[in-house]
């Protein structure tokens, strides 16, 4: 594809923003490189991608999304690497998580062409946004919230697709600690866990609030009906090493299906890490903790790629995880890291130059 196949409208900016921006000292997601991109969605079709500078808009107070919370959003990140080419990583699993999102909320799919077109160009845009190396990154953010007016509680007849991008350094720069959920869930059994629908990421943040009160960081969320099994954090998906061996629990309904946990559970094949991929219960995780045999939790996600847990909180108990030696968090975090900043072979295809 090149960008004459769909027609954008472009509206550059006057003045870049960047000489503002001390890159060394940046508040994750505070900061909005020079551009967005817009697309409404009017009388049944996707209409003609606008690039616009980043800015507030116009939105009416019945506004659909307002009332209903019919929005999905996607988390993606643009690399640098040293010759200056910027590489997005396996963002085709991003674009077919937001339209499977967007299908459980009952909002139209965004064409891919579309979507490819309109990031690229936004990128080429803004490459100077993209900073090189030490987990320096364009975060990108699209997302698709309900425009129609009028608080009848039915699905929007109009919606808006936009893409926001914000410069990033290193998401998490130390070891979380987190709980074990008991009384509050995230998803249930059909409902919208596996899409990224915004409401989900609204109603953790009481239970998070209260954990952060006990001084923890994060939730690790059980499933709903029990609270027996370990399913994900609040924006990562979970590992935990016993012995040698990596246990994740798969994806269902209630999970979302992580791009990083899935190429975690590949990179582990390739490097002989037996992975275990099943249910995780609490009691055989409490239990590995008691006898040592667990060495290693660790979440993965696009923001954090990886980042390593140094203890739990389960039954109002605390448990210290070991700091060993070679610890497999590392490991996959630099492999990760070293196919998406170009530095080595990849020999999946997980990279995608950026235009
Ligand atoms: C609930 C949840 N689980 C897991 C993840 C990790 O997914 P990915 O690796 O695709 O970023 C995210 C972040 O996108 C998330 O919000």
């Not at 077109?117 to 845009?125: F, G, Y």
């Not at 909180?313 to 610890?327: A, N, Q």
């Not at 990760?336 to 072979?345: C, F, K």
Request: proline letters at 4%.
């Amino acid at each position: 594809m090149n960008s004459t196949d769909i027609k954008l409208d472009i509206t550059k900016v006057e003045n870049s923003r960047i000489d503002q921006v001390d890159f060394d000292n940046l508040k994750f997601g505070k900061i909005n490189a020079d551009h967005m991109m817009y697309c409404d969605y009017i009388d049944g079709e996707w209409q003609t991608p606008k690039i616009v500078p980043y800015g507030p808009m116009e939105i009416e107070p019945s506004a659909k999304v307002f009332h209903y919370g019919q929005a999905v959003f996607e988390g993606m990140k643009a690399f640098k690497d040293e010759d200056d080419q910027v590489w997005l990583f396996r963002p085709e699993q991003n674009f077919e998580r937001i339209n499977k999102s967007s299908k459980r909320l009952a909002i139209p799919e965004f064409p891919k062409d579309y979507f490819f077109n309109s990031l690229k160009t936004l990128l080429e845009l803004d490459k100077d946004w993209v900073k090189k190396g030490g987990g320096n990154s364009l975060y990108i953010r699209p997302f698709v919230i309900a425009t129609e007016n009028g608080v009848s509680a039915s699905e929007s007849d109009q919606y808006r697709f936009m893409i926001i991008t914000c410069p990033a350094q290193a998401y998490y720069n130390k070891p979380i600690k987190v709980i074990f959920a008991q009384e509050f869930s995230r998803a249930a059994d059909g409902g919208v866990g596996y899409a990224k629908a915004a409401g989900n990421y609204g109603a953790q943040f009481y239970p998070t609030k209260l954990a952060k009160a006990k001084g923890l960081d994060q939730i690790i969320w059980t499933d709903a009906s029990s609270h027996e099994y370990l399913e994900e954090a609040g924006t990562m998906n979970i590992f935990f090493r016993v012995g040698d061996k990596l246990l994740t629990a798969p994806t269902n309904d209630r999970i979302l299906d992580g791009i990083t946990r899935k190429s975690i559970i590949q990179l582990a094949k390739d490097n002989n890490v037996e992975v275990v991929v099943e249910k995780v219960s609490v009691k055989e995780i409490v239990k590995a903790a008691k006898n040592g045999e667990l060495k290693e939790i660790f979440g993965a996600g696009t923001a954090a790629t990886v980042v390593r847990v140094e203890g739990f909180e389960y039954d109002g108990e605390y448990y210290d995880l070991p700091t060993i030696d070679e610890p497999y968090g590392t490991f996959f975090k630099k492999s990760l890291q070293d196919i998406q900043y170009n530095r080595v072979e990849d020999p999946h295809g997980w990279k995608m130059k950026a235009f």
